[in-house]
């Protein structure tokens, strides 16, 4: 018993194994293509480079800007930072609302909630922009950060209001019986239980948020505020003579770490939950 | 579906009554909850969304005044061969893709969820292709991948198959952006781990005590409580799949013979380089309801198989 | 006081450019202007081409890569040195998403003073020729006369000059001459050649191909094709304002050609090119890098990057011979500007928004500075002052091509031929034919309504 149980385990370990190459391996090629040129690129799938030069990086991090990649990338932490706060804030707050409480024209808010949802983005972008204009906050963060204070990530707070159902209520009258406020019981007692949930949505937001492209395109006209995102394409000029490819590839790899780092340390937070798995025993 | 029904019972206390009575608050008290995303709705929701609607019944190239000319940007769609086109592929490619990613991502989160030695490692492995998302790497290698001398054909050619011409034919060629798709299930298959989570293990232990075998705790439990976490999934996959851009854009620029040519990107061309903004806003409204239609059939339906914890009646979405 | 001070010196500054030595004087005088204006901001000074000395702040917007970047950068360094009191707000970035950047600023009003357009821009932006500055409003200040007529046309819209060309491109044959060699094939020069080309490489072996018209990165099968039927009929196929030359059976007959070098192993199907490699540009192929795609048919402004890739590889690019028919009516290439600026219409310093653009495109020491950053100058001046100092010039393939398009007698492209609504159109049928879903008669006559349909719809 003990014994077929150990090749369970080795098999699937080598299962997982073979399947973490699949899912690592464009990074790994990521890595190898960043020391080749444009031909070798493209003309084979093997990732080891004929020859290590690090000069794409130095390159690459000098840009062909006024900038160094320094300075792109702490305006994309000044923008996403406040993102990802706000958003944990704002959708926490508005997905309590829903979930718990009834109030007059929960259900029409409800549906508006998802209907905002279902409407392409991309239309949007004209009409959105004219309306920031009219603020007169073009050209900085504002139009980026600020809606995200208001809760406007219906995805995330949707997510929660799921997380928030699967929660027995007799938890929140329990906590009312020892004195909690409803505030006090969302925060002491809901938060953590749905802490893997807030985890998501935190750990989705900087993602989303770090790879976002079109959306400071459109806002931020300024070099000195662009984020890494539009700075990494800046010196792609499909139109014209042609690029180092390795150079922006190189910066690519460099602007995925953080999202790599903060996914690496957000996940430990599932392990920590009530479970231990349907699979144990 | 009586079982999950004993089984949570067994371990909730009674309900006494609905909450909002025994509080005795204000009525008004939740909007309170709701004031950021209410606030936000009516300051930078309302006015984009009526515009374009607006704009959806005119004429606008961008720079000269939107022009009314009524139904016309409706009628238009359905004479225009792309259009009727793109939405048959659009439709082959929701019902392709957003089963296949739910499965394989329920599936490996399940497997993710396990205690083992080295799982962070795994977690973050399997996610990597996410963090991707429309990287440079993506197009050049799912190049290699799917080139009619490629990775996949060469494995087939392993098997003594005939190779594909992936790229060259519409249904393959969408059906490497339904793949790419698949394989980027990261999203959901966090939020599957995250649902997995908040299932208490106790669950478990009282099932295994019930004598329950482990193919019917999955069924029996892990998927009646993780219903809502599925419910979730699939209405956001639903919605994202019906939208789906970058796939096309980064692989195929939507060809072959407009084989791959998702609505999103037909929208996307007609906003941004064949300024018909009017025209776009009509295909998006359009698109609006073919996806509530939809997202309103899976939430009618979704009180047939989805539980929540605190509504032992299953009745009502929010 | 200060105000006084100013007026002697733009006084002073006057007599200088009477008396001949306008530049050095301009430099001094305007210094003082603008230490001066800076302090009293409502100074009406001017300078010697009436532009105002008050300081301000101009936006450019450009798209484009590193080089690029950097040498017009410096060219800004430059140009705030000798006009102190015009500074230069830079917001350029790649070509990835510029159109959409520029549309959105174009319909929110909130676009930069001056602004690098591509060709079919201006159609679509500037529909009844109001939607840029006029710029011959302002010849005064940008001296027009660098630029030849014809060049100066496609900056035309309605009769007003909307945007002035930097450079002017067209397609012309490329070959990987390290293939042609080893396979001892000449280089084609006529479209005779071409075609047994195509047999010759078949025999050597089939995956060797001596061209590729693609139809991922624009339509090059079509412009092949309809080369060749204004070469066979002396018609231009879509004219200036938007009228289709071409009948029907001109369209089938071009399309014939096409399915012709098809069948002549000349090119590889739009089936084989889509499998062997998707929608992957043609010089980050494999068959390309490898030399079995030996030619290709591509704007003499973006060679650099397949030559880059073959010098990479050790073999050799050549300019082949652009293909004209022995009895042709006309050349039938044709020739487009590569891209051109334009003051914003809404601009409030037009004339120092026209003296950055004059600097910029007129300078001899800018013209150094830019190099061929933005393709071989059209303006006779940059141009001039670009030989002097880059005596290699002459050399450069690319240089190369534009003078053999330039030198042809070339087609002046439509304004309205590489609209995206129209490019369409033409992949469609060039796939269609290829694939074999519809007989060059039914894709010309579906290619004929669709063109017509969607002229109908964006000339006014």
Known sequence: ???????????????????????????????????????????????????????????????GSEYTMTHYFKNTFLMVIPIVVFTIVSSVLTAYGFARFEFPGKKLCFSLLIATMLLPSIVLRIPQYVMWSQFKVLDTYVPLVLPHLF???????????????????ELDEAARIDGCGRFKTLINILVPVIKPGVVSIGLFSFMWSMNDFLGPLIYVSSVEKYPVTIALRMSMDATGAGYDENQIIAMSIISLIPSIVVFALGQKQFVEGLTTGSVKG | MNDIATVRKKHAVKKKSNGKNCLGENRYHGLLYIAPWLIGFVLFTIYPFFSSFYLSFTKYDLVSAPKWIGLRNYERMFRDPVFIKSITVLMKYVVCEVPLKIIVSLLVAMLLNMKLKGINFFRTAYYIPSILGSNVAIAVLWKFVFQSDGLVNQVIGLFGGQPVG??????????????????????????????????????????????????????KITIPLLSPTIFYNLVMQLIAAFQEFNGPYLITKGGPQNGTYLLSMLIYDATFKDYKMGYAAAMSWFLFVIILIFTVLVFRYSKYWVFYSDDETGKGDA | MKKLISIVLSAAMLAGTLAGCGESATNSASKADASASSQATSSTVSDNNGIPTDEVTLRVEWWGGDDRHKATLK?????????????????????????????????????????????????????????????????????LTNWDEDTLKFGMRKGILNAIAVSTTGRSFFYNKTTFDQLGVEIPKTWDDLMAAGQKFQAKGKDYYPCDFDTGSGFTSFYMALAYEQQKTGKEFLSQDGQIGFTE?????????????????????????????GSTALYQTNNFISGKVAGFLEWSSSVGKFKQVLDSKNNTLVLGDLPILKDAKMSGWFVKPSLLFAINGETKYPKQSALFLNYLLNDPEASKILGTS???????????????????LEEDIAYQATMQINNCKPTLESPYMDNSEMKKAYVTAVQSVSYGTATTEQAAKTLYQSMQDTLTDIVE
Request: hydrophobic share 45%.
């Open chain 3, 75 to 143: 060219a800004i360094e430059a140009f705030e040195k000798k006009y102190p009191y015009i500074k230069i707000k830079a917001e350029y970035g790649g070509f990835d998403g510029m159109q959409e950047k520029v549309n959105t600023q174009m319909a929110g009003h909130t676009a930069p003073d001056v602004i690098q357009v591509n060709y079919d821009w201006i159609a679509s932006l500037s529909k009844d020729g109001k939607g840029f500055y006029d710029l011959n409003s302002l010849k005064d200040i940008i001296d």
């Open chain 3, 249 to 277: 059976d001109e369209f089938k007959d071009a399309l014939d050609f096409y399915k012709e070098m098809e069948k002549n192993h000349v090119t590889r199907t739009q089936k084989q090119i889509q499998n062997d490699a």
């Open chain 3, 374 to 392: 933005r393709g071989i100058p059209s303006s006779k001046a940059a141009i001039a002052a670009l030989k002097q100092s880059d005596p290699k």
């Open chain 1, 151 to 169: 809760a406007s990530d219906g995805v995330f707070i949707f997510l929660l209001i799921q997380f928030f159902r699967n929660i027995p209520k």
């Open chain 2, 166 to 219: 992936w790229f060259g034919e519409e249904f393959p060629a969408l059906m490497t952006i339904v793949l790419l798709r698949v394989w980027e299930f990261g999203s959901t298959m966090v939020i599957f781990l995250a649902g997995l989570q908040s299932i208490p293990t106790d669950l478990y232990e009282a099932a295994s005590v019930d004598g329950c075998t482990k193919i019917r705790q999955f069924f």
């Open chain 1, 1 to 63: 018993m003990a014994a077929r149980k150990r090749i369970g385990r080795i098999l699937l370990y080598f299962v997982m194994i073979l399947v973490s190459i699949v899912m690592l391996y464009p990074m790994i090629w990521l890595f190898g293509a960043s020391f080749k040129s444009n031909a070798d690129i493209h003309s084979s799938i093997w990732f080891m480079p004929s020859s290590f030069n690090w000069q794409p990086y130095i390159n690459g991090w000098r840009t």
